[in-house]
């Protein structure tokens, strides 16, 4: 007996599959994460990032009208000053890298793109957590909100179209709401990474900001076991005023990506992190993947996983390859 139904009829021909293709990958779907490192005189390498640079202000610049060209969606930009303290203070400066880079961006881009800012403190604090500490050690969860108020307000003046607060304090986001709509800065969005799970996968990042951390962020990013966990935290930042909700990582995280997508009446983003990034990189080195069709195929599932939005290293040269299709 001949088979009844063939789904391979569907796949015959390259016309076929492009007609029934279920999940689209767009240039305009996928952010850029860009590093900026205060007193660069050249563009640093990131050994553990292979493509990826801690940019001068200059290269900044250039580089990310590039991406914009290319057609990426938007852009998250993360400072790596030459100094740090127990409080930040170079996050709320407004001469601090991130802040300084930030108005150049908006100076050279406009409103031609989605300018975004990390909007956490451990790339300034000399001990690396995401808070300031208590004398006993701790992160204490409510003195560091009032420095993330103050850091979203630095980050609005000085041109970011939407916070990323990646601190993962509870109230974070009603609170920078808050402090944001009182500066005037009603229409500065928040990008909530609602769901930031404590990964082995950050590792690439912290060479990226020349990260002080020695221990972990346990007690305020959440074990990689919690699914339900996720949920609360989502409806938590929806109801304090996420505009959108990021899960973090991406790719060992679809499952909560999806249940995201579900209760989530904004748009979703998950970040494909540093170490995504480099395990395909190192592997494709190796000679043992294709990058660009592994780079690709992991960028299809996170959006067929629900993701609207799609933070990745490859977004520039991702848009460029899509460009061809
Ligand atoms: C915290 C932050 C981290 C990343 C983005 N924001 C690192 C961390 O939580 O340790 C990681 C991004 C990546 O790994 O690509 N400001």
Redesign the pocket.
Known sequence: MFPAHRPRRLRTTPAMRRLVAETTLRPRQLVL?MFVKEGATAPVEIES?PGVVQHTRDSLRKAAVEAVQAGVGGLML?GVPATRDAVGSGATDPDGILNAALADLRAELGDSTVLMS??????FTDH?H?GVLTPTGEVDNDATLELYGEMAVAQARAGAHVV?P???MDGQVGFIRGVLDDAGFTDTGILA?AV?Y??A??????E??E?Q?VGD?KTY?QDPANAREALREVELDLAEGADMVMV??ALPYLDVVRAVREIAHVPVAA???????AMVEAAARNGWIERERTALETLTSIRRAGADIV?T?WAAEAARWLDRE
Not at 271 to 277: K, L, T, V
């Open positions: 994460p990032m993360f990390d909007c956490c403190l451990d790339e690396g995401c990323g990646s601190g993962m990474y930031k404590s990964s996968l950050y590792g690439p990042f912290r990226a900001v990260s951390l962020r990013q973090k990582p970040y494909q992190i540093s170490g995504e990034y933070l290293y």
